[in-house]
């Protein structure tokens, strides 16, 4: 526990839909957030940016700042802020160009963040996984060589087609904060959402897995997807995933496993497969969980409406629960 008797809960985490993960526990005060951030994204504003101006992606960033911020509603209206389409900017959002700004005047990019987390009021800590700047890339089973997150994220090959190893280029070392964080964190999630593109390139990242291993008092609860993505995860069951995960993290390491058990509705089901060809994430066999070193949480972790996505409170209610019981 931290020095006020709060619970030191590292998240560790990409992309936008782990925003409802972050925003689950923000407003309880029983919680120290620390939100570790990947640094690979090279899709959109952000790609053109950091190739532009040779700085970190901003946008995960943005995702975390906009998830803990108290005033969260309003900064994210802000920094999801697009121009008109005729304007000469219209493809970057508000916040890409003002962290842009930032980073030529400081050219530190732990001063701005701070900065920045403080005028948006932000309730614990952003924390980019590394300083450094590298790739993402991966190797297909056919060999087949995948450049830069945004290819593997919305890929030009076949979907088909397994990912059989992940790895950044250059190798980089681990923001010592997220270390850190780490270190004294008494909870650490593995978020949900692109298991390649978003949770594993945290992984990849010199000094993280080895953090996470060392830390003995730490419960790791890994949340897994609600839905598949093709060319990542195609035809995953809930058993890919976390052994995907233990690929990349080492096994023994995860404690709780978190899977919804709700149902989805037919006719949701039936339009993701038929506009983004994915499917429901279940768990499909438990006998292949006997023997775990985890242990298997199945529970009621949707909000369903015309999308699927993950409830925040039920999420904060399944995080409330394995603390109690730990």
């Not at 949480?297 to 039920?314: G, M, P, Q």
Request: hydrophobic content about 40%; overall charge positive; aromatic content about 12%.
């Amino acid at each position: 526990m931290g020095k006020n008797g709060k619970i030191n809960v590292a998240v560790i985490w990409g992309w936008k839909w782990s925003y409802w993960l972050l925003s689950s526990i923000r407003d309880d005060d029983d919680y120290n957030i620390s939100a570790i951030i990947s640094m690979s994204d090279s899709w959109g504003s952000t790609g053109i940016l950091r190739e532009e101006f040779n700085m970190l992606p901003p946008g995960d960033v943005r995702r975390a700042i906009m998830a803990l911020s108290r005033e969260h509603e309003v900064v994210k209206q802000l920094f999801d802020y697009r121009y008109e389409k005729n304007c000469s900017v219209w493809w970057h959002n508000l916040w890409n160009l003002i962290i842009t700004a930032m980073s030529q005047i400081t050219w530190n990019f732990d001063k701005w963040l701070k900065q920045v987390a403080k005028l948006f009021k932000v309730r614990g800590r952003v924390i980019p996984v590394t300083l450094e700047l590298s790739h993402l890339n991966a190797k297909l089973e056919d060999g087949t060589m995948i450049y830069w997150e945004d290819n593997i994220d919305v890929p030009k090959h076949d979907t088909d087609l397994k990912i059989v190893k992940a790895f950044l280029e250059p190798q980089v070392n681990a923001n010592k904060k997220a270390i850190v964080a780490i270190n004294k964190a008494d909870v650490i999630i593995l978020s949900f959402w692109d298991l390649y593109t978003s949770v594993i390139p945290n992984l990849l990242v010199k000094g993280i897995k080895e953090a996470i291993s060392k830390n003995k008092k730490a419960k790791v609860i890994y949340f897994c997807n609600l839905m598949t993505k093709p060319g990542e995860t195609t035809d995953f069951e809930a058993i890919d995933f976390i052994d995907t995960i233990e690929l990349y993290l080492w096994k023994n390491i995860i404690d709780y496993f978190v899977v919804n058990n709700w149902y989805i509705s037919e006719k949701l089901a039936e339009k993701y497969k038929s506009l983004e060809k994915k499917k429901p994430v279940k768990v499909k066999n438990q006998e292949a969980f006997k023997g775990k070193s985890y242990k298997l949480i199945e529970a009621d972790l949707l909000h369903e409406n015309t999308f699927v996505r993950h409830s925040y409170d039920k999420i904060a209610k399944v995080i409330k629960d394995i603390i109690k019981k730990s």
